[in-house]
């Protein structure tokens, strides 16, 4: 981490650490989203299977159930992707092994060093996330159905909707997680390990 992305204190600044984290994006794209891909395939499974569980379930209760599933899941492979991509700063490697474990610990030290920080990363991957789902979903499904159950759509409709969830997920998965390992600092990468 260079000096530029962190205070005297140790906090992580916010845009310097996007933009350091977009560069090791670009400089180790190849590791990080393959990383991302494999997490987004796993993911893949519960996610749709949420979703084919309320497929014709016209209450709003089922619909939020299954948000709330769909949000539990994404957050467990961001904490894995996070925790396979913390050696990128250093050697470049990828790290699947204990990777949820060390992902966690990245995670939560980075939210206690720069709150803040975190908080630029998640709305910066959200929004990406969002010009790339929302407008594929709503064409397909149409909005309410987007906002709310789906309401039984047809199989292309959920499939064009399904597509544009995974690409979303691949494409913002290591970016979040490259800031998490940046606002971590080092010694939030020595607590968990990641040079192991």
Request: proline content about 7%.
């Amino acid at each position: 981490m260079t000096s530029a992305v962190t205070a005297r204190d140790g906090t992580a600044h916010p845009m310097p650490t996007v933009r350091a984290a977009l560069a090791l994006l670009a400089r180790h794209w190849r590791p990080a989203y393959l990383a991302a891909v494999a997490a987004t395939l796993v993911n893949t499974v519960p996610d749709v299977g949420r979703q084919l569980l309320v497929w014709d379930d016209p209450s709003v209760a089922a619909a939020v159930l299954v948000d709330v599933v769909g949000f539990l899941t994404a957050v467990i492979a961001q904490l894995w992707v996070t925790g396979a991509v913390a050696g990128l700063p250093g050697d470049g490697r990828l790290r699947p092994a204990g990777a949820l474990r060390r992902g966690t610990d990245l995670a939560w030290t980075a939210v206690r060093r720069a709150p803040g920080t975190v908080a630029a990363g998640a709305v910066l991957g959200g929004a990406v996330s969002a010009l790339v789902t929302l407008p594929a979903s709503i064409a397909a499904l149409g909005l309410p159905q987007v906002l709310g159950p789906l309401d039984a759509p047809s199989a292309g409709a959920f499939a064009v909707a399904a597509v544009s969830d995974v690409v979303a997920s691949a494409l913002t998965l290591p970016f979040l997680a490259l800031v998490l390992v940046l606002a971590a600092g080092r010694s939030g990468l020595r607590a968990a390990g990641a040079g192991q």
